[in-house]
């Protein structure tokens, strides 16, 4: 049991997330690994959501919005940390979950989807992979997807992940949006748009941006997402990193 007056409450909340999904199996073993990284990166950004930060959250719900085929990519992290988040911005959006791992066992995909079925979730693509279609020029098993869910998806938000896909999606030409702590990784870099903040945080703040948005007229949408530049937003972030570090004190 973890006092709420620590001064780490939130962060030890997350880790304790973190390690009871491992032993449950819903987390990949690297999913700590990953988790620790994230952890490196929020400490630099200063654990809150920038205003940069935000700018991304509201083009991304634009997009999101916009889209005739929204679909929400979940891993092992992403269930571990907020899969209450991931039922609610699916509702909200009438936007489509698909489990798709990398680390990918019959097992975790199966655990996964009781899980998030347990918080409430509709329907939940990516398990039955006798149906799968192959996405050209991704070998991992992320490469095998949905056909009603990412394979004919206009808009997919990939919370979390390690790099080998979002760069093949984008060039398929799809509309990919990223949410990762790390503003110098592959995905962050390829990704149409990243949200450089922590999902635990990043994901709630969406789905309220969503219900705020989600009554203005298309062209207003759209010219916040032209107003978004993926890499200037990256720079911000990774200047409010390095600012934290040259203004030590
Ligand atoms: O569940 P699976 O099998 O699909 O596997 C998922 C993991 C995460 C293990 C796999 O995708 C992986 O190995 O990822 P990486 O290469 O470690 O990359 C994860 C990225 O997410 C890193 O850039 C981290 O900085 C970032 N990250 C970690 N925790 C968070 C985060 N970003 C946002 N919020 C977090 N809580």
């Known amino acids: 049991m973890i006092p709420k007056s620590h001064p780490r409450y939130k962060s030890l909340l997350s880790r304790d997330k973190i390690v009871n999904a491992y032993k449950s199996g819903i987390l990949a073993d690297s999913g700590m690994i990953a988790h620790g990284?994230?952890?490196?990166?929020?400490?630099?950004?200063?654990?809150?959501?920038?205003?940069?930060?935000?700018?991304?959250?509201?083009?991304?719900?634009?997009?999101?919005?916009?889209?005739?085929?929204?679909?929400?990519?979940?891993?092992?992290?992403?269930t571990a940390l907020v899969p209450e988040h991931v039922v609610k911005l699916a509702e909200v959006l009438g936007a489509k979950i698909e489990i798709n791992l990398f680390y990918r066992t019959p097992?975790?995909?199966?655990?996964?989807?009781?899980?998030?079925?347990?918080?409430?979730?509709g329907e939940i693509l990516g398990t039955e992979e006798e149906d799968f279609k192959h996405i050209e020029g991704l070998d991992s098993p992320r490469g095998s997807v949905s056909p009603e869910g990412m394979y004919k998806a206009d808009v997919i938000l990939v919370p979390l992940e390690d790099g080998d896909r979002t760069e093949v999606l984008v060039n398929e030409g799809k509309f990919v949006i990223a949410v990762d702590l790390n503003p110098l990784s592959r995905t962050a870099k390829t990704a149409s748009l990243t949200i450089v903040d922590n999902i635990t945080r990043a994901m709630p703040c969406l789905t309220r941006k969503v219900n705020k948005l989600k009554t203005k007229n298309p062209d207003e949408l759209k010219k916040l997402m032209d107003n978004f530049n993926n890499i200037n937003n990256l720079k911000e972030s990774l200047k409010i990193m390095l600012n934290s570090i040259n203004e030590f004190e």
């Open 37 to 78: 990284r994230g952890e490196a990166f929020d400490y630099l950004i200063g654990e809150k959501t920038t205003e940069t930060a935000e700018k991304a959250i509201e083009a991304a719900a634009a997009a999101l919005i916009l889209a005739k085929n929204p679909v929400i990519s979940v891993n092992g992290n992403t």
């Open 107 to 121: 097992k975790r995909v199966k655990t996964i989807w009781k899980f998030l079925k347990d918080q409430g979730a």
